[in-house]
C-alpha cells in the first residue's frame, strides 16, 4: 500500500507544474484532511477508520501518479477530492463483494450494484437552460465575490494569487467563495423550483 | 512571528465555539495550506469533518459547472467562420459586369460563327487522330484502359445502388 509520506517528497518521474513546481509536497500535505473527511463521509465511518486512511493513502498516490494530466485551469483541491470520493466508492464495492461471499448459500450474479459515480450523460451535458441560469445567479453575485469564484474555479487561480490580484486578505478571499457558493447554490435551487411543473 | 501573533492568525480561521469557521472549511476544502493547528483539528474533528466533506463536494460539483459553463458560453461568442455565407451580392453583381461586357459580341454574331468554326476543327481533329491510331499498339492500350476504368465505374454504382436498395428494404420492414 502507498505510504502516506510519500506526499511529503516530490515526484521524480513526473514533469512538475510551471506555477506550482516547488510547492507541490506541500499542496499534498494540505489535502489530507479535506481528504480524510471526504472518505469518512463517503464510506460512512469514523475519521480513525482504518479504511478512512487507505483511501487517503491510494487517493494521494493517484494524484502524484496523475497531476500531470490536470486540465489547464482546473485546481488542484476539488480535483483531488473527485479522486477520493471515487477511491470511497471503489472501496465500498469491495467491502460489499466481500460480504456477499461471507453469505453462505448467496453466491450472487457477479455483478455488483454500486451505483456508477461518474454524472449521467443528462448531467453532463448542461442545458442551455441551466447555463441561462447559471449566467443569472452570475449576473446576481458582487463584483468580488464573483471574480473570486470565477479566478479559483474556472482560471484555476490559488486562493493566494487571487488575494494578491484582487487586493483583499486570503480570509476575505475565502469568506467571498464561501458566501458565493452558497448564494449560487440557493439561486439554482430556487430556479430548478421555479422551472419545475406543479 | 510571536505566539500570540500565530494565535491570532489562528483565532481568524475559528467560530466562537472553537469549531472552523465557514471560510476555513471552504479554504481546507479546496485544498488551501492554513495554519497547521487547523487542518489538524479538521482530522479529529468529526463534526468539522462532516462539514468539510461537505464544503468539498459542494466545491467540486459547483466547479465541474462553473467550468462547463465557461466552456460553452465561450463556444458560443467564438466567430463561426464555417457558417459564414459567401457575399452574394458580390457575386450576383460580378456575374451582371461579365454579361453585360460580352453583350456587344454576343449581339453581333460574330462570337457564336467563331466559336461554332473552333469546336468544328477541334472535333475534326481529334476524330483524324482516332482513325491514325486504329490498329496501332497504343490504341489498344488506351481501348484496354477505358474498358477497365468503365467496368470499375459500373461496379461502383451497381454496390451502392444494392446497398441502397437493401437499406431501404431493411427500414421497410421495421417500418
Same mark, same amino acid.
Given at each position: 500500500?502507498?505510504?502516506?509520506?510519500?506526499?511529503?517528497?516530490?515526484?521524480?518521474?513526473?514533469?512538475?507544474?510551471?506555477?506550482?513546481?516547488?510547492?507541490?509536497?506541500?499542496?499534498?500535505?494540505?489535502?489530507?484532511?479535506?481528504?480524510?473527511?471526504?472518505?469518512?463521509?463517503?464510506?460512512?465511518?469514523?475519521?480513525?477508520?482504518?479504511?478512512?486512511?487507505?483511501?487517503?493513502?491510494?487517493?494521494?498516490?493517484?494524484?502524484?501518479?496523475?497531476?500531470?494530466?490536470?486540465?489547464?485551469?482546473?485546481?488542484?483541491?476539488?480535483?483531488?477530492?473527485?479522486?477520493?470520493?471515487?477511491?470511497?466508492?471503489?472501496?465500498?464495492?469491495?467491502?460489499?463483494?466481500?460480504?456477499?461471499?461471507?453469505?453462505?448459500?448467496?453466491?450472487?450474479?457477479?455483478?455488483?450494484?454500486?451505483?456508477?459515480?461518474?454524472?449521467?450523460?443528462?448531467?453532463?451535458?448542461?442545458?442551455?437552460?441551466?447555463?441561462?441560469?447559471?449566467?443569472?445567479?452570475?449576473?446576481?453575485?458582487?463584483?468580488?465575490?464573483?471574480?473570486?469564484?470565477?479566478?479559483?474555479?474556472?482560471?484555476?487561480?490559488?486562493?493566494?494569487?487571487?488575494?494578491?490580484?484582487?487586493?483583499?486578505p486570503?480570509g476575505?478571499?475565502?469568506?467571498?467563495?464561501?458566501?458565493?457558493?452558497?448564494?449560487?447554490?440557493?439561486?439554482?435551487?430556487?430556479?430548478?423550483?421555479?422551472?419545475?411543473?406543479? | 512571528m510571536s505566539d500570540d501573533e500565530a494565535l491570532e492568525r489562528v483565532e481568524a480561521w475559528l467560530?466562537r465555539?472553537g469549531?472552523?469557521?465557514?471560510?476555513?472549511?471552504?479554504?481546507?476544502?479546496?485544498?488551501?495550506?492554513l495554519e497547521p493547528g487547523l487542518?489538524?483539528h479538521?482530522?479529529?474533528?468529526?463534526?468539522?469533518?462532516?462539514? =468539510?466533506? +461537505?464544503? $468539498?463536494? &459542494? %466545491?467540486?460539483?459547483?466547479? *465541474? @459547472?462553473?467550468?462547463?459553463? !465557461?466552456?460553452?458560453?465561450?463556444?458560443?461568442?467564438?466567430?463561426?467562420?464555417?457558417?459564414?455565407?459567401?457575399?452574394?451580392?458580390?457575386?450576383?453583381?460580378?456575374?451582371?459586369?461579365?454579361?453585360?461586357?460580352? =453583350?456587344? +459580341?454576343? $449581339?453581333? &454574331? %460574330?462570337?457564336?460563327?467563331? *466559336? @461554332?468554326?473552333?469546336?468544328? !476543327?477541334?472535333?475534326?481533329?481529334?476524330?483524324?487522330?482516332?482513325?491514325?491510331?486504329?490498329?496501332?499498339?497504343?490504341?489498344?492500350?488506351?481501348?484496354?484502359?477505358?474498358?477497365?476504368?468503365?467496368?470499375?465505374?459500373?461496379?461502383?454504382? $451497381?454496390?451502392?445502388?444494392?446497398?441502397?436498395?437493401?437499406?431501404?428494404?431493411?427500414?421497410?420492414?421495421?417500418?
Amino acid at each position: 500500500m502507498f505510504d502516506v509520506a510519500m506526499a511529503d517528497a516530490p515526484p521524480a518521474d513526473l514533469p512538475p507544474r510551471p506555477s506550482a513546481a516547488r510547492e507541490l509536497p506541500r499542496a499534498y500535505a494540505a489535502l489530507r484532511p479535506v481528504l480524510r473527511a471526504v472518505a469518512a463521509r463517503t464510506l460512512g465511518c469514523a475519521l480513525g477508520h482504518a479504511d478512512v486512511d487507505d483511501v487517503v493513502a491510494e487517493t494521494l498516490r493517484r494524484v502524484v501518479e496523475g497531476e500531470a494530466r490536470l486540465r489547464e485551469g482546473e485546481p488542484l483541491g476539488p480535483w483531488a477530492v473527485g479522486i477520493a470520493k471515487h477511491v470511497s466508492l471503489d472501496q465500498l464495492r469491495v467491502r460489499r463483494r466481500e460480504a456477499r461471499r461471507r453469505q453462505p448459500g448467496d453466491e450472487g450474479s457477479g455483478l455488483v450494484d454500486v451505483v456508477d459515480p461518474r454524472p449521467s450523460p443528462e448531467r453532463l451535458a448542461m442545458s442551455a437552460e441551466r447555463v441561462r441560469a447559471l449566467d443569472l445567479a452570475l449576473a446576481k453575485l458582487d463584483e468580488g465575490p464573483r471574480a473570486a469564484l470565477v479566478a479559483f474555479h474556472v482560471e484555476g487561480q490559488s486562493y493566494q494569487d487571487i488575494s494578491a490580484r484582487l487586493g483583499v486578505p486570503m480570509g476575505t478571499v475565502a469568506t467571498w467563495i464561501a458566501r458565493s457558493r452558497k448564494a449560487l447554490g440557493a439561486m439554482l435551487a430556487e430556479q430548478d423550483e421555479a422551472r419545475r411543473p406543479s | 512571528m510571536s505566539d500570540d501573533e500565530a494565535l491570532e492568525r489562528v483565532e481568524a480561521w475559528l467560530d466562537r465555539d472553537g469549531h472552523l469557521s465557514e471560510a476555513a472549511l471552504v479554504a481546507l476544502a479546496d485544498g488551501v495550506e492554513l495554519e497547521p493547528g487547523l487542518g489538524a483539528h479538521a482530522e479529529r474533528c468529526e463534526q468539522c469533518a462532516a462539514r =468539510l466533506a +461537505e464544503a $468539498a463536494l &459542494g %466545491s467540486l460539483e459547483l466547479g *465541474a @459547472a462553473l467550468r462547463e459553463h !465557461a466552456e460553452r458560453t465561450a463556444g458560443a461568442h467564438a466567430p463561426k467562420l464555417a457558417a459564414a455565407r459567401p457575399p452574394r451580392w458580390a457575386l450576383a453583381l460580378a456575374s451582371l459586369l461579365v454579361v453585360l461586357g460580352s =453583350l456587344p +459580341e454576343l $449581339a453581333s &454574331g %460574330s462570337a457564336w460563327i467563331a *466559336a @461554332a468554326r473552333l469546336s468544328a !476543327a477541334m472535333a475534326k481533329r481529334a476524330l483524324r487522330s482516332l482513325v491514325g491510331l486504329a490498329g496501332t499498339p497504343e490504341a489498344a492500350l488506351a481501348t484496354g484502359l477505358s474498358l477497365v476504368g468503365i467496368g470499375v465505374v459500373v461496379a461502383l454504382v $451497381a454496390t451502392r445502388w444494392a446497398k441502397g436498395t437493401m437499406e431501404r428494404g431493411a427500414k421497410h420492414e421495421l417500418a
